[in-house]
């Protein structure tokens, strides 16, 4: 038995499924999940302490590698000072203003631990705000595990959701609507029936939760319309995006002021720390000042703070983000030549540091096109890149991440290993 197989045996003792986050079972490949235990710039090594180029980042957050010296500088320093005072500190101001600073639309934001937090928070508070308890979301977008959250499609248009969780009751999951990515008829419709009890429209702006589908700008456009003649707000989910798409996050790219934003993953560093904030008349309705009501014992914990700030300055470097985007997009379309040079069905798609690869014959534009992919062809190419010693997020669903530490050769690598394994589909 190697010793990743005798790890997960004994994590299944004591953790159900041996895992603290569902995905990280390798439930959808099959297979042993990897434990890791080190990461440096570009590579991880497993128990086994076999190396594996890493395309998952921590799903995101590790923007510029693992175990960047000035991150780790900076969460020591700040961990030597006091791990957590639940009380205000200095540096929590200075990344709240950093992120105004980088975000126009961001006129007030709090601090908390989690993108859950964050989307619930912002949920919330659009319904305190507005008065109005619907919501739409859209099939395919993940924003976190809270219960208005975990609802998929209801049976047609204009029917409410059904809960995609036991343990989610009905009378909550009635209140989201689910409308399909990308389907301005659809949108149109329901607010032409129901626009004055639609609270929120909450959206992943590139969706990198159903493998990567990007926007069309006419449904950028219908969403901020639409919210707009109807009085609802629109709350861009940037978990994911923010920071990762560009230094503008994905609002920046699309040229929309959105009303709320949830921001988490990359502002961390790693470290558990997200974010919520928008317009000062929204924000106005939190606790203290107002009658909506959010806290958190660790929110604005100071050694995850010092670690968003640590990153946030080195990404705002000159020509970071168009070294990155780069070296993504060449990556993605290095797969995607080598996928069809070995005669498979296959595309990839790139967005800043966010990259998607798909064994269908063009980018998805939905979720029902999302799983009209090939998934068996998908979990093969996973387990032969594995092999490799290259990782992949251990599903279909999920985007790439590059980081700052991959370098030219790691590309031409990860390419050499992907169009061996592509020949042996
Ligand atoms: C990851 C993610 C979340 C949830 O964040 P957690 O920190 O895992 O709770 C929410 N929204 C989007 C778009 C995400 O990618």
Partial sequence: MTKNEQLFQRAQRHIPGGVNSPVRAFGAVGGTPRFFAR????????????????????????????????????VQEAAAKGMSFGAP????????????????????????????????????????????????????????????????AGSGLLTFGNPSSAGVPAAVAEHTVVLSYNDV?????????????????????????????????????????????????????EVMTGFRVGLGCAQGLHGITPDLTTLGKVIGGGMPLAAFGGRADVMAKIAPLGPVYQ????????????????????????????SLSAKTLRLAEGLQAAGRAAGQTFSADAVGGMFGAYFTAQAPQSYAEVMASDKPRFNAFFHGLLEEGVYLAPALYEAGFVS?????????????????VFSRL
Wanted: aromatic fraction near 8%.
């Fill in 39 to 74: 990461g440096a710039g570009a590579y991880v090594w497993d128990a086994d302490d076999k190396r594996y180029i890493d395309y998952v980042g921590s799903w995101g957050p590790l923007i510029l590698g693992h175990s960047h010296p000035e991150v780790v500088a900076a």
């Fill in 89 to 152: 500190t200095e540096a929590e101001i200075d990344l709240a203003d950093l992120l105004c600073h980088m975000l126009p639309s961001m006129q007030q934001v709090r601090l908390v631990s989690s993108g859950t937090e964050a989307t619930m928070s912002a949920i919330r508070l659009a319904r305190g705000f507005t008065g109005r308890d619907k919501l739409i979301k859209f099939e395919g977008c993940y924003h976190g595990h809270s219960d208005s959250l975990l609802v998929k």
């Fill in 185 to 237: 008829a659809q949108l149109e419709a329901v607010f032409a029936a129901q626009g004055d009890q639609i609270a929120a429209i909450i959206v992943e702006p590139f969706c990198g939760n159903m493998n990567l589908v990007r926007p069309s700008a006419e449904f950028v456009a219908a969403m901020r319309r639409l919210t707009e003649q109807h009085g609802a707000l629109l709350i861009y989910d």
């Fill in 295 to 322: 806290a958190g014992t660790l929110s604005g914990n100071p050694v995850a703070v010092a670690a968003g700030l640590a990153t946030l300055k080195l990404i705002s470097a000159p020509g970071f983000f168009d």
């Fill in 404 to 420: 700052a530490a991959h370098s030219d050769a790691d590309i031409a690598d990860t390419l050499a290993a992907a169009a061996r």
